[in-house]
């Protein structure tokens, strides 16, 4: 088992040839996104760093690179608290009201699994909006609008999704809903 540490992540971007990070102006944006599989997915294929080590790694990368915006899928509650200890004095996740949490079976519903951060430095945020796909709040999007705290005329929309990992009419729907909220938005 092959682990990094927080400290080591610095100097393998510099080796893989990311010692700089340069934005060309203030058009750009930087955006990325992770699947951070669930705190306790140390039995998945491949896959055997706990959460926190994740976070630290994960936490390092972001700061690293420094996007506007980052969108989240499969966090739970303890990975959103070790990510806010580790980079919350530059970025900040999106407050968005999820309904109530009701256990059904091993899911949760109405819990947002793809959340929203942001450079809290550098963004306000205007307005949110949270949806799932289906019973299993795993599988949704969620949606917010920024402010420039530089340019207050200017305003970025940013959507983060989650699919159900199958292709088949199980996406559909949710393709659909994708689909109108984009028109909506635009």
């Not at 945020?125 to 796909?133: I, L, Y």
């Not at 795993?138 to 207050?152: F, I, L, R, V």
């Not at 699919?163 to 938005?185: A, R, T």
Request: hydrophobic residues 35%; proline residues 3%.
């Amino acid at each position: 088992k092959q682990t990094m540490k927080r400290e080591d992540i610095f100097q393998y971007l510099k080796e893989q040839g990311h010692d700089h990070v340069e934005k060309a102006d203030d058009s750009y944006i930087r955006v990325m996104t992770s699947n951070v599989l669930f705190s306790h997915a140390q039995n998945s294929v491949d896959f055997e760093l706990d959460y926190k080590e994740r976070t630290d790694i994960l936490s390092a990368m972001y700061l690293y690179f420094q996007p506007d915006f980052i969108g989240l899928q499969e966090v739970t509650d303890d990975m959103q608290k070790a990510f806010v200890e580790r980079f919350s004095d530059v970025y900040a996740f999106v407050d968005t009201p999820t309904g109530e949490k009701l256990k059904r079976g091993e899911w949760v519903t109405y819990r947002n699994y793809t959340p929203l951060v942001y450079n809290k430095n550098l963004y306000d945020v205007v307005d949110s909006r949270f949806h799932v796909f289906h019973e299993q709040s795993c599988w949704s999007y969620h949606w917010a609008m920024y402010q420039s705290k530089t340019d207050p005329a200017r305003r970025v929309i940013h959507m983060n999704l989650h699919y159900f990992y199958e292709v088949n009419e199980k996406q559909l729907p949710g393709i659909i809903d994708v689909h109108n909220e984009l028109v909506h938005l635009r």
